[in-house]
Antibody
Framework: QLQLQESGPGLVKPSETLSLTCTVSGGSISSSSYYWGWIRQPPGKGLEWIGSIYYSGSTYYNPSLKSRVTISVDTSKNQFSLKLSSVTAADTAVYYC??????????WGQGTLVTVSS | AIQMTQSPSSLSASVGDRVTITCRASQGIRNDLGWYQQKPGKAPKLLIYAASSLQSGVPSRFSGSGSGTDFTLTISSLQPEDFATYYCLQDYNYPRTFGQGTKLEIK
């Protein structure tokens, strides 16, 4: 059974870089069938897609975040990662990783809250 | 980017009611649409994929329809556990986009 688990610091200082890792179990990140993505949800607000990566390293990013986002993949560890630079309080959110299965279907991690505060 | 306009943003209903939530895409997305239910503190849960296919384990009172630009999620008879927030998602192309959400509350 597929499981995705986000990990990383729960508190990041303003202007620093937020770094999260998603560890995939029960499936191979090297599968040719899927993209792997990051989504976030600020407290009390809706869902925002951040970006996605293929096992080969091909990426797509949300244009509104593109200048600050880097998503990478480590197939040897079955993980993919998110880096968001120059964070502000507006980046405080629950961050989810997900497997994109197509036709509107996502398999989600449980999410991790990241707070940006000094 | 494709805009997903979801309505209503909130809805008050009673147990047993039939409710419909709509999502309109700013351009055609075939049937590349999913519907999700989210409860506080939890990750979204897939209800419908491919616009009208019921995810395994989801009660049959949930149904989806539509193709192209107009989509609906219908709950045929509301149950107490259905009070939650609902989102649509298009994955026709990148960037992926969600609807703004519909908060379904008890009347």
């Amino acid at each position: 059974q597929l499981q995705l688990q986000e990990s990383g610091p729960g508190l990041v200082k303003p202007s620093e870089t937020l770094s999260l890792t998603c560890t995939v179990s029960g499936g191979s990140i090297s599968s040719s069938s899927y993209y792997w993505g990051w989504i976030r949800q600020p407290p009390g607000k809706g869902l925002e897609w951040i970006g996605s990566i293929y096992y080969s390293g091909s990426t797509y990013y949300n244009p509104s975040l593109k200048s600050r986002v880097t998503i990478s993949v480590d197939t040897s560890k079955n993980q993919f990662s998110l880096k968001l630079s120059s964070v502000t309080a507006a980046d405080t959110a629950v961050y989810y990783c997900a497997r994109e299965e197509g036709l509107g279907e996502l398999s989600w991690g449980q999410g991790t809250l990241v707070t940006v505060s000094s | 980017a494709i805009q997903m306009t979801q309505s209503p943003s909130s809805l008050s209903a009673s147990v047993g009611d039939r409710v419909t939530i709509t999502c309109r895409a700013s351009q055609g997305i075939r049937n590349d649409l999913g519907w999700y239910q989210q409860k506080p503190g939890k990750a979204p849960k897939l209800l419908i994929y491919a616009a009208s296919s019921l995810q395994s384990g989801v009660p049959s009172r949930f149904s989806g329809s539509g193709s192209g630009t107009d989509f609906t999620l219908t709950i045929s008879s509301l149950q107490p556990e259905d009070f939650a927030t609902y989102y649509c998602l298009q994955d026709y192309n990148y960037p992926r986009t969600f609807g703004q959400g519909t908060k379904l509350e008890i009347k």
